[in-house]
Every structure is written in structure tokens, then in C-alpha cells.
């Protein structure tokens, strides 16, 4: 029998999770599980409607059996559900999110009706938490659902009635279609097809047997994330077979598992752009809350340390924890302090409890406050610094249910905090956090967190390995350049002697640090050097940074050298492409602090500015802020001229590791010399780090071996022949689906190695054969909405400049500048800032550019044009226009949507491609029905109605053709042009 998604990995999901084995129609006996477990049943014999996402006899039953107010009138159970049914209809006004967000205090008890006696509200319990065995679970597969259209998903799992998992399951055989498949399909299409049925979601998974994958309603797939087993002994053994992913599927899915995630692990918060979002843990995250909240309830061991690597999350494994605590009813209401480093205090952390709506959080930073809230016996939540622990008084609180969370717990040997923390809290429960593994040499460290009941000390590890390998993090990647500006080792070590670096140090002791070795300080801010320096990091940054979208951060000696980089970068860029951000103290001359200074919200500001991918802004210049505890996901590379190492090393080089699209690792450029010695520079006992960083140099000698893989799949074509024949020879040696994702995945490993290299000139030798290989892989990609096209990728900056030079063929079509959707155009309204409406109306003006002829746009360009002279001639106020835009704006949306309906209505079956189905012979060369998929795909998407008789859409249209036949197939036939323009002109 043929394997496909269906006897193979579904009814296989269906097999683990309940004992059913669909292929051979009968009950495995071994699996059946009592208790809390999944029951199979068959989307037919769910009782249920096909526009209806209930099962409403289901869900009526256990209202009955949940709430005794409805067990003594069981009709008060349909005043329930018109409530819900009312949650799941909304969904299209409020939004997915919102409505999950409503139905999720239902789903977790927190809402309330009025049957009590004297209509008293009491909770309504919609899931027994308690006692797992009172709810039903139910798996199906196959579920039809109609909303807007019928989708019918993979896997659905209900809980009394309740849909709360989607699962899609992908083929394993085609190597080129993964779990980013069953993803795409639950995100792009189920979740605006059918928003209903995900408004009780928990959460959606997908797998194609050998991954699985997990996401939130909403969360775009680069952030879906793998469910790993803790201390799986199979790791090793595991090499990616349909066995792996049962156990996993059968631990994330468990009920107890799924029903932890909805009570104590689910947040809703807002992010920067004013947008609802869900949060759901990633595994560490959840592992690593759950063995605190665990550790406290067995009260024997009264510390933990935890290693969680920079940028996976700690955070939000901080936030899940006190919130795990403090409705943990056994610890009898806690109080929980989060104790962050002296200048995370307004940012990083508490901007997660109050953006996540976290409740009663208290923030102080001082002691005496806090001395009071711990006297008075505060039970809250309460985030303060750790450094205020240097004043704390002996004996603040000797109650036990007192849970201490430090983050950055290395900070803590500064000094002897730690005994002072324990001194201060005797019976509290003190928990570390570090994103940098802690020395041995450390002892203060340890003392005050590690646990020798612990392996190697740490209670929880997540290492730079594993967030590599689970996408939570990129590689880093260093690059030395100008060694001629390198401090020697000398110079640095008398440095260091007079000023031990033992952490992070502020702008001022950065200062202190310089003015001590004035010979150094010279050598380092020597104009000549400075400008060397200034003048490489512009030539690096137009070539390597800047074509991809990125942006990035210099870090210099001091206060002072931020300046003169400041000033020396404006001979290369405008102004606004720089900013400074340093503090600047009482001593300092009024003019610097004028010039220079500023403060929070500025600077709060600039980090906004920087992350907005369309600013103008390219880089931050700073010494010793945002060294930490700064997140900018835009930010790809570091120019490294000071010298820092160790945990702060670890912690700078990371600001460029967080994931960002199309970012495939974060790059150091070292200019002082930092990592003339890798192994100095990063010195742990934690054997793992040493690989944190991957020098280019080893990249480079992974190439020449990349690209012969690459050749290897076109042995004996000939690839001095060009053009349409030379493709064609290449086309078919790889003439399978195998074949061609077997290229994909080789050829894809060479252009992350190009991208990474480009410009070096060890590519020269290569680049002829490296274009060739490009023009075959665009060539092959799949059209439009394949199945299985996430493999295949968008080419880099640097290969797609390869694959387009020398050719000129009209001019290269860019995607509009900005999006242009509704949260866009309510922040501009709700901010009415000058800037941005000038922004907007740019944008506005090349839409109807792009739609001139269509008479609905013709008559908004009309009306932009009247609203810009009343402006001018002072009719309106700034305000009134920046409303007026919005509103032209909104209507733009509204009319481009129209008309992208209208269009897929209007466009006949691809009559192109019938055609040449019928004229296909088995002599036709593959090549040939890739051009007609091509055709067909390309004018679906740029011709709109009417096209034919306006000069644009003509000119777009034989523009889209000529792309098609000359640049990417090489063919330069004119009669065949004609022909296939004809063609279009009569069918489209």
C-alpha cells in the first residue's frame, strides 16, 4: 500500500493519542487508557452541524455535571451557551485574538452567571481542573467546518465539547514538504477561512512524522516551536523516525499537559505596535517554571540555578512561574520578588508582567519600600533590583512561602549579595537565572543558588546548542577586519591590572577605565584610527548589512569615542541614520550634556525608531547601555571596538541573535581585537561555549566542498551551454520531486555560506558556477502555492544582485515601501505625528499610481489631491488632515481588497496551461511546463480587469512575459513572445 498523509502520519497521530489504528479498523486493546485520556470517534458521529463549532449536547452535559447551580436546573446550561455561541460570533468584529482571549477566562473558570440563590453570580466551570477524569476528550479527524468557506482540518481534539487543538499532518514521503507545511495551512489559511473554530484554541500543531511543531493562534510560523522530552534517552538513537514524534505528540497532548498550558500558561499581552498577541511557552520555558513552582511545593531544596541561554526566553519562563505560584493553592499565597540588574528595571522585565496584564505586580526601586511591603506582608508580585539587597537589614520576612527569582544571578558575586539576599529572606525559596553559564570560580554564585542535589549544580539547562537547534536563536558568526588597528595584548593586560573589569561597567567607570591607561585611551581614539575604523564599517555596511534590511550597533571605548564615531560616520550617511546613547552625569560640562544627553523616554524613543524596519535610522553608537538586556530583533550585526569578555562578551555579542525574517545568523565584526584569542575571550568551564561564536575563516573552508555537493547533481550536463538549452540539460538530471529537493537542500546549504562570505574574494573562483547553480534553482522553485515550497526560499541580497547582472529588461519591480493594513493606519491615527502622515500620503499617492484607469481609485486620488490644498491653504488643521488621510486610507484598503475578489472571480481556469496539456507529447522537455506554470502564475497576479485596454496594465503584463521567457529562461524568440502574448490578451 502507497503511504500518504492520511494511513500514515493522521491515522498515526490518531493511534498514539488513543489506541485506535484506523488502518486495520479495529481497537489496539494495549493502548486503551482509563482515566484522563483521548476517545476516538469519527467526524460523522460527532453530533454536530457543519457551520457549528460546538458540540453543544457535549458541552450541555458537562455544564450539568460541573456546576451543581445547572445540575438542579439543567436549562440554566443553553444560558451558557448563547454566551459562547455570542464570544464565537464576534470573532470578526473584535478580531481571532480578542475572542480567544474572551472565551479563555470562560474555558478557565473565571467568568461568572447569576444562579446563585438571590441571583447571586458564581463561577462557571466549563473544564474540571481538579479531577481530570470528569472532562471528555475527544479526537477526531477530517472535521468539515464552514465559515467564510469549508475547510476540513487534519485533526481536531475536543474537551467537553470544546474544539481546543487543531493538528495538520503532512505527507512524510516528498523530502521537500515538513511540518512548515500543515504550519502555513492552520496559520495563512484555516485561521482566516474558519476564525471560529480556533477561537477556543489552546493551541495547533503540525508534523510530518519526523518534527513537531507548536504555535498560538495568530503567531507567524519563524516563532512555531518544537516540543522536546527532558532527558530523552532516545536523543542520540532518535535520527528523526515516525517513533520520536509519538512521544512527543503524547506528552504535549496529554489532557494534564494541555489543561497546564490553558490555566498557567497562556498570556495575552500588547505589543509595540498596540497589537493583541498570545503567548504560549516554548518547552524549556515551561520545564523550567514548572520544576521551580515544583521544587518550592516539595519545600526540601530552598535554592535552584537555572542556565537558559541569551535570547530563549527567561522572561517569560519568570513570568510563567510567578504566575504558577501564586494561584498554586497549597503555597497559600505567595509572595514572589523578581530581583532584575540595576538598569533592566523599567524595561525589559516589567514591561512582560505589565504588557502580559499580569495581576498584582508591584514595582520599587528602594529598599525601604520594599522593607515595607515585605514588613507589612505584602502577597503580590513584586519587582525590584538586586543591588538594593546591598542595604537590606537581617531578618525582612522569615515566612516560607517567600519565592526569590534573580535574573542575570551572576551579577550576585559583586559583592557578597547573596548572603545578604539569604540573610535578609532566612526561609525564602531563592531561585537564579543566568543566560550565561556561571564558573566554578564563581563560588558566591553557587552558593546562594546552585544546589549540589543538582547535576553539575544547574536545576534547568538550555544551551546555545539547543536553542540553535530549535530555532530559538542564530548562530553568531565573527569577523575580524583592519588587524592593523588591533590593540596588542600588552597594552590590555597593564590596562586591566590597574582596573579589573568584574561586569558590566556604566559609561562613567568606562570613562575612569580610559583616563587610567592614557596611553591606551590615545592609541584607541587616535583620529587616524578612528576614521580607518569609520570608513570600513561604512564599505561593510552597504555591502553585508544594509542589502539584507538589517541594521546595526557600534560599541566603542567610552562616552567620548561614541562622539567622535558619531561624528566621523556623518562624512558616509545622512544625520538620521546615527544616533548616540549614552548617560551623561553631574560632572560633565553643559554643553556634552546638551549635545548628548538623554533620557528614558528619549531613549525609549530611539529603540523604537531603531526596530521599526522603515526608519531612517541604521545604527545605535553606545559604551556601555543597552550592552544588555536591549532587544532588537532588526539588529544583525555588532561593530566591537572595546574590550569587554566573559559574561558581558556573551551578553553584548547576543543582542544579535534573536530571530528576524530572512536573518539566518548575528555577525561581530571585531575591530580591537577581542577575538585574537576566541578561547581568552570567552572563558568558561562550560565546554559548549567555545563554539558559541564560528569564526569565517571555517566557513570558508567549508565552501569549496558545498559547492561539489551542489555539482554533484549535474554530473554530465554541460554548463557552458546557455541559455534555454543549457537550463533544459539541467532541468532534466533533475527531473523528479526527489531529485529536485535533494538539489534544493544542497544548494540552499551553499547560498547560507555565500550570503555569509559575500563580498570575500574567495568567491570569484566560484562565481560563475554559483550563478549557474542560481538561475537552476530559480528555475525549478515551485510555482505559486506548491505544496512544499517553504523549502525552497527567497534568494539572498548578494545572490539575487549575482543572478541579475547584466541583464537589463525593464525595470525591476519593487514592492511597495510600506504595508499599508488597518493596524498601520490606526496607529497613525491614534499618534497623529506630522511624519508619519507624510508617510501615508506617499504611499497613497503610488497606489493610485499603480491602479490609474480604474475610476473608483480615480476618484480617491481626486479627493487626496482636494484634502492636500485645503491643507496648504491652512482650511484644515494638521489633525483634521491627518484624520482625513486615515479615513482615504481605510477606503484604499477596502477598494484594493474589491477589487483582489474581483479579479480571482474574473480569471478563466489557466487555459494557458490546458492548452498546453493537450499539446503535450511525451517528447515535450520538462522545461516547457514550467514555463506555462510560470506564465499562468505571474499574470494571475498583476493583470486586473480592463487591463487590456489600458497602456499600463499592457505594459505590466508584457513586462511579467518578458521576465518569464528572457531573463529567466533565456529564450529570445520574438514569434513565440507574440504568441504567448496573444494569448494572454484573449484569455486573461
Excluded at 481546543?164 to 514538504?177: C, D, F, H, L
Excluded at 551551454?721 to 537550463?727: A, N, T, Y
Excluded at 479579479?903 to 481556469?909: A, F, N, S, V
Aim: aromatic fraction near 10%.
Amino acid at each position: 500500500m502507497a503511504f500518504n498523509e492520511l494511513n500514515s502520519v493522521e491515522h498515526y497521530i490518531i493511534h498514539q493519542l488513543s489506541g485506535v489504528n484506523l488502518n486495520e479498523n479495529r481497537l489496539d486493546e494495549t493502548k486503551i487508557k482509563y482515566g484522563a485520556s483521548w476517545k476516538f470517534q469519527t467526524s460523522t458521529e460527532i453530533e454536530r452541524g457543519i457551520n457549528e463549532v460546538l458540540v453543544e449536547n457535549e458541552l450541555k452535559a458537562a455544564l450539568v455535571r460541573l456546576n451543581p447551580e445547572i445540575t438542579a436546573n439543567p436549562d440554566l446550561a443553553d444560558e451558557v451557551i448563547y454566551k459562547l455561541r455570542a464570544v464565537l460570533l464576534a470573532v470578526n468584529q473584535v478580531g481571532l485574538v480578542k475572542a480567544n482571549e474572551e472565551f479563555f477566562k470562560w474555558l478557565t473558570g473565571e467568568k461568572t452567571m447569576p444562579f446563585g440563590e438571590n441571583n447571586r453570580h458564581v463561577p462557571v466551570r466549563l473544564i474540571d481542573f481538579d479531577d481530570l477524569t470528569n472532562n471528555i476528550y475527544v479526537i477526531t479527524n477530517q472535521y468539515r467546518i464552514h465559515h467564510r468557506e469549508t475547510k476540513i482540518p487534519d485533526i481536531v481534539m475536543m474537551i467537553n465539547g470544546i474544539p481546543v487543538v487543531v493538528g495538520e499532518a503532512k505527507t512524510p514521503i516528498r523530502p521537500s514538504v515538513s511540518w512548515l507545511d500543515g504550519a502555513h495551512e492552520i496559520h495563512d489559511v484555516y485561521e482566516d477561512s474558519v476564525p471560529q473554530l480556533f477561537v477556543p484554541n489552546i493551541l495547533s500543531f503540525a508534523t510530518e512524522g519526523k518534527e513537531l511543531y507548536y504555535g498560538a493562534i495568530r503567531c507567524p510560523l519563524e516563532f512555531w516551536a518544537p516540543w522536546r522530552l527532558e532527558n530523552d534517552d532516545d536523543a542520540l538513537a532518535k535520527r528523526l523516525g515516525l517513533g520520536e514524534v509519538g512521544k512527543e505528540l503524547s506528552d504535549l497532548l496529554s489532557p494534564k499537559r494541555l489543561l497546564d498550558i490553558l490555566q498557567n500558561f497562556s498570556l495575552f499581552s500588547t505589543d509595540k505596535k498596540k497589537r493583541r498577541i498570545k503567548i504560549i511557552p516554548r518547552f524549556q520555558q515551561y520545564e523550567g517554571a514548572n520544576k521551580i513552582v515544583e521544587r518550592v511545593k516539595e519545600g526540601k531544596i530552598k535554592k535552584g540555578l537555572i542556565w537558559h541561554f541569551q535570547g530563549s526566553g527567561k522572561s517569560f519562563l519568570m513570568v510563567f512561574a510567578a504566575q504558577k505560584l501564586r494561584r498554586t493553592p497549597e503555597l497559600k499565597s505567595p509572595t514572589v520578588i523578581i530581583l532584575v540588574d540595576r538598569t533592566d528595571l523599567d524595561t525589559q522585565i516589567s514591561g512582560t508582567f505589565n504588557s502580559a496584564d499580569i495581576a498584582n505586580v508591584e514595582t520599587t526601586d528602594n529598599i525601604k519600600e520594599l522593607q515595607t511591603m515585605l514588613e507589612r506582608d505584602t502577597r503580590k508580585i513584586i519587582v525590584s533590583m538586586i543591588f538594593k539587597f546591598r542595604d537590606a537589614k537581617p531578618n525582612m520576612n522569615t515566612r516560607e512561602n517567600i519565592i526569590v527569582l534573580v535574573d542575570e544571578a551572576h551579577r550576585t558575586q559583586e559583592g557578597d549579595l547573596g548572603r545578604q539576599m539569604r540573610a535578609a529572606l532566612p526561609n525564602a525559596f531563592l531561585f537564579g537565572l543566568t543566560g550565561t553559564p556561571v564558573n566554578k570560580a564563581d563560588k558566591n554564585t553557587f552558593w546562594a543558588f546552585g544546589s549540589k542535589e543538582d547535576k553539575e549544580g544547574y536545576m534547568s539547562r538550555y544551551t546555545f546548542q539547543d536553542s540553535i537547534r530549535d530555532d530559538a536563536t542564530l548562530p553568531l558568526h565573527f569577523e575580524p577586519r583592519l588587524v592593523d588597528v588591533h590593540v596588542d595584548k600588552e597594552n590590555i593586560d597593564k590596562a586591566f591590572k590597574e582596573f579589573k573589569e568584574s561586569a558590566a561597567l556604566t559609561d562613567e567607570e568606562a570613562d575612569a577605565l580610559n583616563k587610567k591607561s592614557a596611553k591606551m585611551a590615545a592609541f584607541l581614539k587616535s583620529p587616524e584610527r578612528v576614521s580607518k575604523i569609520v570608513a570600513d564599517i561604512a564599505l561593510h555596511f552597504n555591502e553585508k548589512v544594509n542589502p539584507h534590511g538589517f541594521k546595526a550597533m557600534i560599541v566603542t571605548p567610552d562616552r567620548y569615542a561614541c562622539v567622535q564615531y558619531k561624528e566621523e560616520l556623518d562624512n558616509y550617511f545622512p544625520e538620521e541614520a546615527s544616533r548616540v546613547v549614552i548617560s551623561t552625569s553631574a560632572n560633565d560640562k553643559l554643553e556634552f550634556k546638551q549635545k548628548w544627553g538623554i533620557d528614558k523616554s528619549q531613549q525609549e524613543k530611539i529603540v523604537e525608531e531603531f526596530n521599526d524596519a522603515q526608519s531612517e535610522l541604521k545604527f545605535i553608537i553606545v559604551t556601555a547601555k543597552l550592552l544588555t538586556g536591549f532587544d532588537a530583533p532588526i539588529l544583525q550585526t555588532m561593530y566591537l571596538d572595546k574590550s569587554i569578555k566573559d559574561h558581558t562578551l556573551l551578553q553584548a555579542i547576543c543582542r544579535t541573535n534573536r530571530l528576524f525574517p530572512n536573518k539566518s545568523f548575528g555577525r561581530i565584526v571585531d575591530y580591537f581585537g577581542v577575538f585574537d584569542d576566541a578561547a581568552k575571550a570567552l572563558q568558561f568551564d562550560e565546554e559548549s561555549v567555545k563554539t558559541v561564536i564560528s569564526n569565517l575563516a571555517e566557513l570558508k573552508e567549508k565552501l569549496p566542498q558545498a559547492m561539489r555537493d551542489t555539482l554533484s547533481h549535474f554530473k554530465d550536463v554541460d554548463r557552458k551551454i546557455s541559455g534555454f538549452e543549457g537550463l533544459e540539460a539541467a532541468q532534466n538530471a533533475i527531473n523528479t520531486d526527489d531529485k529536485k529537493d535533494a538539489f534544493a537542500r544542497d544548494y540552499k546549504f551553499l547560498s547560507k555560506l555565500w550570503e555569509s562570505l559575500s563580498p570575500d574574494r574567495i568567491l570569484d573562483i566560484y562565481n560563475e558556477d554559483y550563478k549557474w547553480l542560481s538561475q537552476v534553482f530559480e528555475s525549478v522553485k515551485p510555482a505559486g502555492d506548491n505544496l512544499g515550497k517553504l523549502l525552497w526560499f527567497s534568494l539572498g541580497a548578494q545572490t539575487t544582485k549575482l543572478i541579475h547582472e547584466n541583464i537589463h529588461v525593464g525595470d525591476v519591480h519593487q514592492l511597495d515601501e510600506f504595508v499599508l493594513d488597518a493596524d498601520v493606519i490606526e496607529e497613525i491615527f491614534n499618534n497623529p505625528d506630522p511624519k508619519n502622515a507624510k508617510k501615508l500620503e506617499k504611499i497613497l499617492a503610488k497606489r493610485f499610481k499603480k491602479h490609474a484607469g480604474n475610476p473608483k481609485f480615480k476618484k480617491l486620488s481626486d479627493r487626496l489631491e482636494e484634502l492636500r490644498d485645503k491643507a496648504e491653504q491652512g482650511l484644515i488643521t494638521s489633525i483634521e488632515f491627518v484624520k482625513e488621510l486615515c479615513k482615504l486610507a481605510k477606503e484604499t484598503v477596502q477598494a484594493e481588497k474589491e477589487l483582489e475578489e474581483l479579479i480571482q472571480e474574473k480569471t478563466p481556469q489557466a487555459a494557458l496551461t490546458e492548452l498546453f496539456l493537450d499539446l503535450k507529447t511525451d517528447k515535450t522537455p520538462a522545461v516547457v511546463e514550467r514555463i506555462v506554470l510560470d506564465i499562468d502564475t505571474i499574470v494571475r497576479m498583476v493583470n486586473f480587469p480592463g487591463w487590456q485596454q489600458s497602456n499600463q496594465g499592457e505594459r505590466e503584463v508584457q513586462s511579467s512575459l518578458r521576465k518569464i521567457l528572457w531573463v529567466k529562461y533565456k529564450i529570445k524568440d520574438q514569434v513565440l513572445f507574440d504568441r504567448a502574448y496573444a494569448y494572454i490578451k484573449e484569455y486573461y
